[in-house]
């Protein structure tokens, strides 16, 4: 069955199974579903089953919920659809970063394989998309950096960002002042758990940045 055959309902449901994994060892449950789409429980267990009777997902009781091997594969295409999706606004239309994640929600359930294809091509097959989240390749292959998050990062080090979460656009807005973005370098100066503050200097400025646990939280870095 081809990921265009599906319910944009169960585009989504697998899209967020395997996204949620993706940069943590999270698992998903139906209230986790439930949560994160804004819809009731009962909805979402609805979905859930009808996705086991078709075999894209396995969920015991109470359980949490993984995805089966085809399962799995329509989740990285519609992660695709949608990461390419937000490079072609940003580069090719003028889009902010803060600003794509909804309007590829909806696109993503539109657009035809092939269009994305072209789409890949015209953007010369980018390898990550506007937040630095990977763009798994055409046969499903995603190449997940091998990155920590900022409020875990050993002090004293060079690093530069790889990923930035877009769960929240208000605190993309609030990185672009900060000039925070992927690719920019930094060195962590200090962690202050008690008062949940990691302290940064970027590369070539002469003043420190204080950032609270949810903003360090939201940046993935690599050793520089």
Known sequence: MPVSDLSPSAQDYLKLIWSATEWSATQ???GAMAERLGVMPSTVSD???KLVRQGLVAHAPYGSIGLTDE???HAVAMVRRHRLLETFLVQMLGYGWDEVHDEAEVLEHA???KLIERIDQKLGYPRRD?????IPTADGQPHLPAATRLSAADTGRTVAITRIS???PEMLRYFTELG????????????RPYADVTTIRLQGRDRDIDLGASASGAIWVVAD
């Open 28 to 30: 998903m449950t139906v």
């Open 47 to 49: 979905g859930v089953k």
């Open 71 to 73: 399962g799995r594969e």
């Open 111 to 113: 657009v035809s394989d």
């Open 130 to 134: 506007p937040h630095g989240d990977p």
């Open 166 to 168: 877009d769960a929240d």
């Open 180 to 191: 925070l973005a992927p690719d920019t370098k930094l060195s962590v100066r200090e962690h």
